[in-house]
């Protein structure tokens, strides 16, 4: 099993009204210690998913400068959409919509 050490996070130091706001959003049971490790985790975790956004980005910029293939923002809004509808009407068959005929 591993040794999970805790560590604390610095003490943050927010208006009286912030505090007030926060408890009053608690859930049954949840401590304001437990709402805020949740709300660090989640930035940091949106945080490392918008740096790896732009780090995805950069590399497909540096692909298209390299090989002088570009799309144009409308065919790839297309073939997005046209993803998303076979998406939409795949899911509508699954769920007996769309394609079946009812008795």
Known sequence: MLDMK????PPVRVLAS???QIE???LDGETLSNFVEKA???AAR?????QEFVARGRSSLAKARA???YYSAN???????SRLET????????QGGVGKRRP
């Open 40 to 42: 660090a985790i989640d």
């Open 24 to 26: 009053s959003v608690l």
């Open 87 to 94: 998406a939409r009407t795949a899911a509508q068959r699954a």
């Open 46 to 50: 949106r945080r490392q998913a918008q």
């Open 75 to 81: 065919d790839v809004f297309d073939a997005m959409k």
């Open 67 to 69: 090989s002088g293939e």
């Open 18 to 20: 912030v505090r007030e």
């Open 6 to 9: 805790t560590a604390q996070l």
